[in-house]
């Protein structure tokens, strides 16, 4: 009976019962993000390690491999046209009890990523060399990512509903399905690219485009088992065959959440690889040390990404129960656990960054790829408490229907910070054309990190105070 009067301890209760809720949503996120990953170091790990005729030439598939992870990357920004609207409605259906709606919606997003994934895959095999020139890629390099990326864009579809059944699963609260059919996607994924890569018995394999096909394939297995799981009925969601017919009404709404979502994304997916561009014109050796970087930066922003699951369900389902209050204080809970959790990962970017690049990098040849990297790698490390801040608010706000106001966050961060500062410090000389030409500080891709920092702190502040406003408790999707 104390505890019931004392508000302390009901304050300490209610503190670590929200702790509970979102630790049980994140921690199977994060292990599927971390197994996404698992996946990406081993495609970085052997294309590091197969037969070339000539080793030298090892700098420029790295580069390919680079500029393949940025463009695929921006398929994940592409989910985003389906997946944050089915999180954010089915997770609103779901706190207000009203599953047959929740069931709708689910029919409804494998309709739209189907509808996207194939419109996706055509545009991707028409637009593939155009897109890759744009970004400056040439020769060798140039030649191998489009061959790498070929076969995922066939594949694109199979991707894009699998990502929309798995945002309607976690909008039911349900994490765990989805790391247990990912987590087979990548233990399949990893065996299935070595095999294709290097082959099997007499048959030599397929090389670099080996590692893509592996992947491609591991996720359509993925989709057909869980438009199965869904089939069957799942965590109070059932796939039924009338859902999939088109409802306008329930389309508008999804897409009324996720359209300006996915123009944030792909928006900051076209300046990131605006931002490859000026990498890219460094040369293979810097392009190389980028990717292998972000590879491993990954271990802190995909802990955000896992958080910041959490956050968007929670929030919306408390939205839909109608207590903002309560929203609130899981999308802070799980910024500061989640925040916790990449500032960890910066302190052992800092102290491990050289072994991290040894890696995949055991060819000599390889030795200014390390000495350009382990600096980038140590830097990023600064940026952690931002990035965790832009990430979960990001996706905190998403989950309450606020998509509109963070898009000129991303705009404002990118134009105004990221892009401009990158041309100044990785540039001899930046041309303004009729206002002259500005001396740059050829730091080459330091310079780019240290641009890509600062929009991070830029970023993280807005979302920050866009979350602490409380104005987005008032959005109806």
Known sequence: MELETNPNAVGQQLARRLWRQVLALALPALAQQYLHLIVQLSDQ?????????????????????????????????????????????????????????AKHATGQSVLLAFVFGALGSVAALIWLPDLIAALKLTGDAARVCMEFLTPLAALLAFQIVE???????????????????????????????????????????????????????????????????????????????????????????????????????LSVAACQLWFLSLVNKLGDTASSAHGIALRWEALGFMAGGAFGTAAMTLVGQNLGARDPTRAARCGWTAYAIGGGVMCFMGLMFVIFAEPMFRVFCPDPHLQPVIDTGVPVLRLIAIAMPALACQIIFAAALRGAGDTRVPVLFSWFGFLGVRIPLAYLLTSQQVYLGPL???????????????????????????????FASGKWKKIEV
């Open 45 to 101: 790990f052997l294309a590091g390690r197969f037969q070339l005729p000539n080793p030298e030439q090892r700098a420029a598939y790295l580069s390919a491999l680079t500029t393949a992870g940025y463009l695929y990357w921006f398929v994940s920004s592409y989910t985003v046209l389906v997946s944050v609207g089915s999180t954010a409605l089915v997770a609103r259906f779901v706190g207000a009890n009203d599953w047959t709606l």
């Open 163 to 265: 990502s929309a059944c798995v945002a309607c699963l976690a909008g039911a609260g349900d994490t765990k399905t989805g790391l247990k059919v990912l987590g087979l996607v990548a233990v399949l994924n990893v065996p299935l690219a070595w095999a294709l890569c290097f082959g099997i018995g007499s048959w030599s394999g397929l090389g670099f485009v080996g590692i893509a096909l592996g992947t491609g394939l591991s996720h359509v297995i993925g989709c057909i088992l869980l438009l199965v799981i869904l089939a069957r009925g799942k965590s109070g969601l059932k796939l039924h065959a009338e859902n999939l017919l088109p409802d306008f009404e329930l389309i508008r709404r999804m897409l009324w959440v996720s359209v300006p979502a996915a123009i944030d994304s």
């Open 436 to 466: 002259g030409v500005v001396r740059g500080y050829d730091m080459g891709l330091f310079g780019a990190w240290v641009a890509m920092c600062t929009d991070l702190w830029v970023r993280g502040v807005f979302f920050g105070l866009r």
